[in-house]
């Protein structure tokens, strides 16, 4: 039962090339930056994402996006990297852009064995009447466009219908994780990471405070372990903040 590994390059060995990861975070906000890290360090590339947002310039997703890694991102926030705004106006990344609410339905969706479900978010625009640029030509035209989705009225209500996501692999961040892979995520690293660990079939788990099993009140587990394949140790990880406001 002890899922702890000795490295994050011991880790993330067997993602390969076009694989998909769901990647936790909000912001810069609990992100498995040692994981994405190690990644880099690897010759895996095509990758296709899911994350609330891919990072800043030089820090989180963003450096992979920076290495040309990443072929196809699903997201629900783009702002904050300006190598992300020139690989899809180019038409070198493909980009699926998702109602925030819709992303962490469909990851939740996913890690439930629910393959799909309907929501109003959407209805009435090209998230479900399709045409959203999904990649671009590189001379302003479209070369993939989102398709048409279902819609259907439910007691008079229209409500579209979204796909559960489901990866090849989840990356996430928490405070408190035990040997056995039971995580608790601080504060607004509960966003996504919680989600995107069910969503993934090889679920990696970066963990600041490493407890023994049985240490963990389970009435505060937010991830069971049933969920997580393999634990990285990452005492003192830098955390970074993506907009620091202060009064003058």
């Known amino acids: 039962m002890n899922k702890v590994v000795a490295s994050a390059a011991q880790a993330v060995a067997d993602v390969t090339s076009g694989s998909s990861i769901a990647v936790g975070g909000f912001g810069l906000c609990g992100i498995p930056n040692l994981l994405i890290a190690a990644l880099l360090a690897s010759d895996a590339t095509d990758l296709e994402?899911?994350?609330?947002?891919c990072g800043v310039d030089d820090w989180g997703l963003g450096v992979l996006l920076a290495a040309k890694r990443i072929r196809r991102t699903t997201g629900s926030y783009v702002g904050e990297n300006k190598e992300f705004e020139r690989q899809f106006l180019s038409g070198e990344l493909e980009v699926e852009l998702v109602p925030q609410g819709t992303l962490a339905e469909r990851l939740r969706a996913g890690g439930a064995g629910i393959p799909g479900f309907y929501t109003p978010a959407g209805v009435g625009t090209q998230v479900a009447e399709g045409g959203l640029p999904w990649r671009y030509d590189g001379h302003g035209g479209i070369a993939l466009a989102s398709p048409a989705k279902e819609v259907r009225d439910f007691d008079g209500v229209t409500y579209v219908l979204e796909r559960g996501i489901r990866t090849d692999f989840a990356f996430v961040h928490a405070k408190y994780g035990d040997r056995d892979g039971n995580l608790i995520y601080e504060m607004s690293a509960q966003n996504f990471n919680p989600l995107c660990a069910a969503a993934g079939r090889v679920t990696i788990a970066e963990v600041e405070e490493l407890v023994e099993p049985g240490e963990l009140d389970p009435m505060?587990?937010?991830?069971?372990?049933?969920?997580?394949?393999?634990?990285?140790?990452?005492p003192n990880v830098e955390k970074r903040i993506e907009r620091r406001t202060v009064r003058a």
């Open 49 to 53: 994402t899911v994350s609330n947002n």
């Open 220 to 234: 505060h587990v937010h991830t069971p372990g049933i969920f997580v394949q393999r634990v990285l140790h990452t």
